[in-house]
């Protein structure tokens, strides 16, 4: 079975840290773009970030460049979220989401999808 396992969210103050992560299985974890797509209510979807092993390449959207890094584990065939200096504007659900072919990830209709975590920042 194709599925991406996600873990981590919850709520921190602002200023916190969290990590999510990813963990795929029933495909080929290298083939694939993976990263995080986030929606915050009564906002646009944005890719937060996404690596590609195959590409060589890694994508961080520039309003968390300086905070997110992810990273991915191949061995494990997870992804990894780390977000620091959280911010109220962070508050979002975070889906991650895998894509054959496309560099960043699709908004909408990437290939594979985990269930959103939910990851709230109180000021």
């Known amino acids: 079975e194709v599925q991406l396992q996600v873990c981590g969210g919850g709520l921190v103050q602002v200023g916190g840290s969290l990590r999510l992560s990813c963990t795929a299985s029933?495909?080929?974890?290298?083939?694939?773009?993976i990263g995080w797509i986030r929606q915050a209510p009564g906002e646009e979807r944005e890719v937060v970030a996404c690596?590609?092993?195959?590409?060589?390449?890694?994508y961080t959207e520039n309003s968390v460049k300086d905070r997110f890094t992810i990273s991915s584990d191949n061995a494990k065939n997870t992804v990894y979220l780390q977000m620091n200096a959280l911010k109220p504007e962070d508050t979002a659900v975070y889906h991650c989401?895998?894509?054959?072919?496309?560099?960043?990830?699709?908004?909408?209709?990437?290939?594979?999808w985990g269930k959103g975590t939910q990851v709230t920042v109180s000021s």
């Open positions: 989401a895998a894509d054959e072919i496309a560099f960043p990830l699709p908004l909408y209709d990437a290939d594979v």
């Open positions: 029933g495909f080929t974890f290298d083939d694939y773009t």
């Open positions: 690596v590609s092993k195959k590409l060589g390449r890694t």
